[in-house]
């Protein structure tokens, strides 16, 4: 699947969901840990709407910081947009070329695939992502990226049980592709959605 072709749908997807979202659901808690649904929203069109010369100006404002430059950022916007705002941003730049730095196009398809789930899977929305989309991110997966990510997968051996897929060695932990996704980007899953004995490591705790 032509990639670029991949992020627009991808795009377009997102903000058909966030069009449907009641004023309560843009309050819920995301998978990112801090960050309501407004603000995951708020941070997926930032690479549309700030310009290099902006973003450097808010990259020396938090010190240097990226992680505080795009906490920062998203916790403003998403307070100074509406949620139609957000949404649209979305939906009008589905083709737009920004991608994340050193990361190339697979790196812009992972960033909206991830920070969508980050949305659906919090508020318990079974949207599934199709699994040609997720495969493309799948396949990108190293050492190198579970680490940048902060996914402790050490003696875990993850399998997909919805594509033929597999990654590591050890235990096994199973579960939807889209899922072990998550868990490969760093995120805590909801009770329920893996299935094996390390699973209490990628869970996140009871309220």
């Not at 902060?150 to 993850?158: C, H, I, M, N, P």
Request: charge should be neutral; include cysteine.
């Amino acid at each position: 699947m032509d990639i670029r072709t991949a992020v627009a749908a991808e795009r377009h997807d997102l903000a058909a969901l966030l069009d449907d979202l009641s004023p309560a659901q843009w309050e819920v808690p995301t998978l990112c840990a801090g960050w309501r649904v407004r603000e995951v929203a708020a941070h997926m069109s930032l690479g549309f709407r700030y310009s290099l010369p902006k973003t450097l100006a808010e990259l020396v404002k938090a010190r240097g910081s990226l992680h505080r430059m795009t906490d920062r950022c998203a916790r403003k916007d998403a307070a100074a947009y509406s949620t139609g705002q957000l949404a649209t941003f979305l939906r009008d730049n589905a083709d737009h070329p920004w991608q994340p730095p050193m990361a190339g196009i697979e790196g812009a398809l992972g960033h909206d695939v991830v920070h969508g789930l980050d949305i659906s899977v919090a508020l318990g929305l079974e949207r599934r992502v199709p699994l040609d989309r997720v495969g493309i991110l799948l396949k990108k997966v190293t050492p190198k990226s579970t680490k940048f990510f902060g996914a402790d997968v050490a003696g875990v051996e993850l399998r997909a049980d919805d594509v033929d897929w597999s990654y590591g060695t050890g235990t096994p932990l199973t579960g939807a592709a889209q899922d072990l996704l998550l868990v490969l980007y760093g995120r805590k899953l909801p009770p329920g959605r893996l299935r094996g004995e390390p699973r209490g490591r990628f869970v996140t705790e009871p309220a």
